[in-house]
């Protein structure tokens, strides 16, 4: 339905339907999504930089949460957080998009791509590229870590990709995030 809402231009009442759904399952990533795009068609500031703040939670190398909390607060005027969020964002040595969840019975994986990003320091200064190491967390519909995972994303020149895939074993696997380590 929220969906629908979405795709018909609907953005307000498609932010309160994935508003319910994360009442539900706070960790449903692609409610937040969407509900921040929701905020981001209305140019709802204060929300869009808090679904923002909620995506980059979960998946704290997605340049495009990044992009989004800058957004939101350009939205809101707040020029000091625009300032932190893009140099937050311009720091990001690599770009990772998680593209799916597999689950099977206990066996669960999760794939994305990662892309070497040019990565910059608070003084404009080139960050060189270095390996990152990410630990996946397996939740179940709760939010409770029901498994992990470690990798290593190896260090990645600007524009290079590397597909990623994080396999691993728990039962009841609903949603994931991951942290840097």
Known sequence: MGT??????????????????????PNQRDAIYVQANAYLAMQDGANLASSAERLIALEPLSEYAYSMRAQGYKFAKNTDKVVEAITAREALPVNLEIEKLKVAGSNVSLTGKA??????????????????????EFL???????????????????????PIQVDGKADGVKAWRYKVK
């Open 4 to 25: 629908k809402q979405y795709n018909d231009k609907n953005y307000k009442e498609a932010a309160e339907t994935f508003g319910k759904v994360l009442e539900m399952n």
């Open 115 to 136: 892309t070497g990003r040019e990565a910059r320091n608070s003084a404009n200064k080139v960050i060189p590229p270095a390996p990152t190491t990410i630990v996946v």
């Open 140 to 162: 179940d519909e709760k939010g409770t870590v029901v498994g992990t995972q470690e990798t290593t994303i190896p260090a990645l020149q600007p524009g290079a990709t590397q």
